[in-house]
């Protein structure tokens, strides 16, 4: 870690005595787009407790005739699961709630979408949930090259037979990044997991009130 880095871990601290809610990152982007790695290294560069409550973890306590879950991709593939994801993701963002209201930080993954069979609505109600907390609200984007090599160096194939890449993972860098409101934004493909964790630290100890996430609310 720089210096630099360690100067903000100590502003973040100083900010901690003051304040007993946890803080909350919410990473969002696509499947591939690195957000696992920089949760990774947040959670082993912070000061702090900082719980991962992001998609793939949930997603493990998922029924299997239940999944994908709240990973589900958009393009309303499986519109009788879409009542019950309302509920999974209620239910997640609930526990976010708790855990930063006991004073524990909280990153999360995930991959917000309003492209189900019908609108569901569903990230304007979690921001509801969220209302009154520290949320730092981070878009990880990449570009859809490196997202296709990534698949391809861990063995998911995303292209069919003609070359065209599957409609699916078009949807999700169509969708994801709707509607744009972030507190910051990281782009994986020109940084580091290690350099995004330093970047969303400095934002973190910025004195400007991170609202992204609150202006979502309904």
């Not at 990473?27 to 790695?37: C, D, E, F, V």
């Not at 593939?77 to 708790?98: G, K, V």
């Not at 569903?122 to 969220?130: E, F, G, K, Q």
């Amino acid at each position: 870690m720089t210096n630099n880095s360690i100067e903000i871990q100590s502003k973040c601290n100083n900010q901690d005595v003051h304040n007993s809610l946890g803080k909350i990152i919410i990473l969002n982007g696509a499947p591939r787009s690195g957000k696992s790695s920089i949760v990774a290294a947040i959670q082993q560069t912070f000061h702090g407790v900082w719980m991962n409550l992001g998609v793939d973890h949930f997603m493990c306590m998922t029924p299997k005739k239940f999944l994908p879950g709240i990973g589900l991709r958009p393009g309303g593939e499986r519109p009788d699961l879409e009542p019950i994801i309302i509920d999974m993701y209620h239910a997640l963002y609930e526990s976010i709630a708790a855990h930063s209201r006991l004073g524990l930080n909280v990153v999360v993954d995930v991959g917000h979408h309003d492209n189900y069979s019908v609108p569901r609505g569903i990230l304007s109600h979690c921001a509801d949930i969220l209302h009154g907390l520290p949320v730092l609200f981070v878009g990880v984007r990449c570009p859809l090259e490196e997202i296709m090599k990534r698949r391809e160096l861990t063995g998911y194939k995303g292209i069919d037979e003609k070359g065209n890449v599957y409609p699916p993972i078009l949807l999700w860098q169509e969708y994801v990044h709707l509607p744009g409101i972030y507190d910051i934004e990281v782009d994986t493909s020109i940084h580091s997991p290690e350099e995004c964790a330093e970047l969303i630290l400095k934002r973190l100890s910025d004195e400007t009130p991170a609202t992204a996430f609150h202006q979502l609310s309904t």
